[in-house]
């Protein structure tokens, strides 16, 4: 069964940064594209980012200049680094892959306020 564990999420004043983590237990997840997506209270799930196999990545366009996505196959895992986080950004922040999703793990908090 595809699992994803989300890490590094927390507490951080307007402006600041955090750097999230994700281990994907999958096989093969080198050829998968995979996913950081949020969801605030009372909103629907959303894409923040994604990377492709070949390291291909996109962004959102409420993230686009302050995050980034990477990832790093041989360990199975994907990262989210946020720069200048906004009272906005406060969600619990998941993975997945891009397509095909897998069932979704318990996430990670990120809180952004003064």
């Known amino acids: 069964q595809v699992q994803f564990v989300e890490s590094g999420g927390g507490l951080v004043q307007p402006g600041g940064s955090l750097r999230l983590s994700c281990e994907a237990s999958i096989s093969y997840f080198a050829i998968y594209a995979a996913g950081w997506y949020r969801q605030a209270p009372g909103l629907q799930r959303e894409l923040v980012a994604s990377i492709l196999p070949d390291l291909t990545v996109n962004y959102a366009d409420f993230v686009k200049g302050r995050f980034t996505i990477s990832r790093e196959n041989a360990k199975n895992m994907v990262y989210l680094q946020m720069n200048s986080l906004k009272p906005e950004d406060t969600a619990i922040y998941y993975c997945?892959?891009?397509?095909?999703?897998?069932?979704w793990g318990q996430g990670t908090q990120v809180t952004v306020s003064s």
């Open positions: 997945n892959k891009l397509a095909n999703l897998a069932s």
